[in-house]
Each structure stands twice: as C-alpha cells, then as structure tokens.
C-alpha cells in the first residue's frame, strides 16, 4: 500500500475519534443542567390535574439523548457545508423531496388502477405463494393494504422533511447578520422532540406562546451552547415549528405520543441512545 493511501485509511478513524470526543466533551458540559432542566419539567408536572408520576431517569435519558443528536447536527452540518455549497443542498433537497411526492402520488395512483391486481398477485407470491381460493388470502390482501398504507405515509412524511429541510438552508442563505432567529434556531425535528418529552413527562400540553414551555426550549438551548437568543425569537421558532406541523396533520407530531420512537424526530441521525450519566 502506498503511503498515501495508508495516510487516508488512518485519517478516517482518527477524524471519526476526534468528533465522538468533542461530542462527549458536550455531552459532558450538558450534564451540568441536568437538575435544572428537570426541576423545570417536574414544576410543570405539580400542576393539577396529576396524570402520572414524574420520571426523572426517563425524563433526562430522552433530554440526553436530543442534545447528543444536536450535537451530532452540527458536526454533521459543519461537514457538509465544507464539502458541498449551500445552494448544491438547497438544489438537492427540492430534487429529493420532488422524488418522493412523484413516488407517493404514482404509488397512490397504482392502488386505485387495474395495475394493483398485478401487484398484489406478485407481492402474495413473493410473500408465500398462497392459494387464491383459499380462505386465509384475505390475510394476506388486509396485510397488502397495511404495507401500501404505511409506504405512502412514510413517503409523504420523507417529502415534507425534504422540503422543509431545503426550507432550512434557503432561509439561512438569507438570515441577515446578528443573533440567529425563528427556524434559523434549531432544526424543527428537534423542537419537535423537546416537545413530545415536554408533554410526555409533564403529563401538560406545550403551549406555542410566552409560557413554561417556551422557557424549557430556552434552557435547552443555552444548556447546548446557543446563549443569548431571546424569547421572541424562541417563541417565533416554536409557532413556525407547530404551524408546519399543522399544514399535514396526517404526519404531524405535535401533540403525538412516543409510540413510534423517539429516534423517528431526527433526520438522519442513527445510533444508540448514549447512556444518561447519574
């Protein structure tokens, strides 16, 4: 192997160590606002009516984990922006999300035309082969139903988040200088998450105006490192966040219980949940 490529094998790694290290790093700066955070969600919680008993450890693994894919947000958009312009992702995203709703609408098409038939014929026999006479075949058309359902619905859940994060980008070309604003804040997706634990440990709907939950997202943010931001333009970010939310109310999140996993909020993050630190 030539030194040169022995030199790009050993940076890999050695970049991959470096960004988990300055992750931890965060991580560990974040774990400093631990009982703050949750004196805050458990203040909300007191107020009657009770639904459930607070949870702390639940509570701070969820928190924990949003700021680790903040973290992890960041590296990945600082990446990015030093290997592709801001308009080749701005052009990227429309094309995706122009994709996806091409695909969901001839899908949508397909099931309510004669093609369906065949596709179903093959999906069954891929699926087991059955007998067409037999009784059990209307389990596997209810199961067909289901699958086509849900491939629509992820498909416009994807093309709305395409959109919306082409939204992103073009709205940070234009952000005049100065402290950071409205979407320009944080990622939807990640409003989106304070809010399901907000509601889902407090057991109390999170308000879009100057109430507790708008000062939650506040602590959260400076407990992430983004000082400074005023309420209004926290306020601002969480009206835009729930108002797109509903534009769509068939994929919306707001207001949604954690059924299908709290990892689903944030686009393109994998992984484990990092453990919480006592």
């Not at 909300?44 to 009516?49: L, T, W, Y």
């Not at 999906?123 to 067909?144: K, M, Q, S, T, Y």
Request: glycine share 8%.
């Amino acid at each position: 192997m030539s030194e040169l490529g022995a030199g790009i094998e050993e940076s890999a790694p050695d970049a991959r160590a470096e960004a988990t290290e300055a992750i931890e790093a965060r991580l560990t700066a974040f774990d400093r606002h631990r009982d703050d955070l949750l004196s805050m969600l458990q203040k909300v919680h007191e107020h009657k009516p009770k639904t459930k008993s607070f949870d702390k450890n639940e509570a701070w693994r969820h928190l924990r984990f949003i700021a680790w894919g903040f973290f992890r947000d960041e590296r990945s958009r600082d990446e990015q922006k030093a290997e592709v312009t801001a308009n080749d992702r701005l052009e990227r995203l429309r094309q995706l999300g122009k994709a996806l709703g091409d695909a969901r609408r001839k899908l949508d098409e397909a099931m309510h035309h004669a093609v369906r038939g065949g596709v179903y014929v093959e999906w069954c026999i891929a699926h087991g082969n059955p007998d067409f006479l037999d009784p059990i075949i209307d389990v596997f058309e209810r199961e067909f139903d289901r699958v086509t359902s849900d491939v629509l619905g992820g498909l416009a859940a994807l093309e709305t988040a395409a959109f919306c994060a082409a939204d992103d980008v073009r709205q940070n070309q234009v952000r005049r200088p100065g402290r950071p604003g409205g979407t320009s804040l944080v990622r939807r997706s990640f409003i989106l998450s304070l809010e399901r634990v907000y509601r889902e440990s407090t057991g109390k709907r999170a308000g879009a105006g100057a109430g507790p939950f708008a000062q939650f997202v506040k602590k959260f943010l400076e407990a992430v490192g983004r000082k400074g931001i005023d309420r209004q333009s926290i306020i601002k970010a969480i009206k835009t966040a729930k108002k797109r939310e509903e534009k769509n109310l068939a994929t919306s999140s707001w207001g949604r219980s954690r059924s299908s996993g709290l990892r689903e909020a944030f686009f393109g993050t994998r992984g484990k949940i990092p453990p919480a630190s006592a």
